[in-house]
């Protein structure tokens, strides 16, 4: 298989290039595939996301929680992720690292050169749904 280290992405009848916001989606699609990853990003861009999916017509954004540096054949992935309890932090990491490369160099051709996952929180189940304290004051 032909990558962009072999030249795929320019030859003499035109040069390919593929956006950030491209790889940002792939590296946040092949995130979310990752068993133990609950979300991606941190509080503020969760709370966004969730504003914009109540906005009729629109959709979520794939690239919540992702920033990526790309080259002319090679990239580098940041992603920022809420894990599950229980999962053990390790391996998740080391899945979500295998895939992100694996679906990244397969589906654009460009070298990874790595991926650094930032673990931000571990989700329990019943966390969104605290009830409101009292105020203590009035």
Not at 52 to 66: C, D, F, L, T
């Amino acid at each position: 298989m032909k990558t962009a280290k072999d030249g795929a992405l320019a030859s003499p009848q035109g040069r390919t290039s593929i956006a950030d916001a491209v790889v940002s989606k792939i590296a946040g699609l092949a995130t979310r595939e990752v068993s133990g990853v609950h979300d991606l990003g941190g509080n503020t861009a969760r709370a966004v996301g969730a504003l914009r999916e109540r906005i009729p017509g629109s959709r979520a954004n794939m690239s919540q929680g992702v920033n990526v540096e790309v080259g002319e054949r090679q990239a580098a992935i940041d992603v920022d992720l809420i894990a599950e309890y229980g999962v053990s932090i390790a391996d998740l990491a080391g899945g979500v690292r295998r895939n992100v490369i694996g679906s990244v160099e397969r589906m654009t051709g460009l070298e990874v050169t790595e991926v650094n996952i930032t673990v931000l929180d571990v989700h329990v189940d019943g966390d969104e749904l605290t009830e409101p304290t009292e105020p203590r004051v009035e």
